[in-house]
């Protein structure tokens, strides 16, 4: 089970992703902000 499933089943309505800080450019940001798009794909969460 995923850690957003957990989180989800706990009551979780939101999650905010944040890349600040990781010292990224804007390339970096979007491909952060992807590759967590895709596990929320892989886990099942069908609204990401």
Excluded: N, S
């Excluded at 499933?5 to 990781?22: N, P, S, V, Y």
């Amino acid at each position: 089970m995923g850690i957003l499933k957990q989180r989800k089943d706990a009551g979780l309505t939101h999650l905010c992703m944040r890349t600040l800080g990781g010292e990224l450019d804007a390339k970096g940001h979007l491909e952060a902000l992807a590759d967590v798009h895709e596990i929320l794909i892989e886990e099942g969460h069908r609204d990401a």
